[in-house]
């Protein structure tokens, strides 16, 4: 961890590499790794995590035209302690000066410039990033990859002050920030990337420069693969760490109501109206034009 202090940095030749896991993603890793790699990403470290839906082998695929490295992972999904295992990965294979720890759903767009090194030309210990839900088209419920074409943002994030109402979109709160580390320091990524334990604490800043645009609610189909999933991990550790949110999830869909749930993420045209008014949506489209399909 001491390393921290000898590692020297450039800041015109800036090596980034993105970490990410992933679990059934077929549907939004090849734009993600095609999006980050033309905005500057030079390499990244991908664990795959008993995909069955061709999530591997798209990665095979991509690994001919990118510099990516792939590890298989056959346990159970245990974000907090594959994304910390991925940054010392990377870190050992590729010395990178910064590392983004991201999800399959999530894409790091710079506000200004083509290239997110434009605003890592510094050193630090760990950059904090606003995160933006997007609003998923309503055709979505059927068509799986209707949720690029995504123009709204919640720009003003509701805080809820009654969670436990059911009648809420979730979707419209307030979306915790995720962390890029400087992996020279690092010593572990905290649950959901939404921070980090580094030698450097006293070094940390947000950054008003790059967004995460998230993509949490894509098609029904992959908002009951991703339930799935939590229910594995609840199913065999029962007392993990793990949002009450998912959790609520999980109990939805084992009583066969998880479609009614996901209905509550889809908005007609008068109710985006509404939001627009009143301030909670906001339409961008830097992420439609941005993201490569």
């Known amino acids: 961890m001491l390393d921290y202090f000898t590692h020297r940095f450039d800041p015109n030749n800036i090596m980034l590499v993105m970490t990410i896991l992933v679990k059934n993603e077929a549907d939004i890793i090849e734009a993600n790794i095609k999006t980050h790699a033309s905005l500057g990403v ?112 919640v720009s003003n994030q509701i805080n809820y002050r009654v969670a436990k109402r059911e009648d809420i979109s979730v979707l419209l709160g307030q979306a915790s920030r995720k962390v890029i580390t400087n992996p020279y320091g690092l010593v572990k990524i905290n649950s959901g990337n939404h921070s980090a334990e580094h030698i450097a604490f006293w070094n940390k800043k947000i950054s008003n420069e790059i967004k995460n645009y998230h993509y949490p609610i894509r098609s029904y189909k992959q908002f009951e693969k991703r339930v799935i999933t939590r229910k594995e991990v609840l199913d065999n550790f029962p007392n993990v760490k793990m949002g009450n949110h998912y959790r609520m999830l999980v109990a939805k869909y084992n009583s066969g109501k998880l479609k009614d749930e996901y209905k509550k993420f889809l908005f007609k045209d008068n109710e985006i109206k509404l ?13 439609s034009k941005t993201i490569i399909r």
């Open 275 to 287: 939001l627009q008014k009143i301030g909670i949506l906001s339409k961008n489209e830097i992420p």
């Open 42 to 153: 030079d390499a990244f470290v991908i664990m795959d995590n008993n995909s069955t839906d061709g999530t591997r082998e798209i990665l095979s695929n991509l690994q001919k035209k990118f510099e990516i490295t792939i590890i298989d992972e056959k346990g159970y999904y245990q974000q907090k302690k594959f994304m910390t295992k991925l940054a010392f990965l990377a870190k050992k294979i590729y010395k990178p000066d910064w590392i983004i720890n991201n999800d399959a759903d999530e894409f790091w767009i710079p506000n200004s410039g083509n290239s997110l090194k434009e605003h890592l030309n510094f050193k630090g210990g760990i950059l904090r990033i606003d995160r933006f839900n997007m609003i998923p088209p309503i055709e979505s419920i059927e068509k799986e990859d209707m949720f690029l074409n995504s123009i709204y943002e």
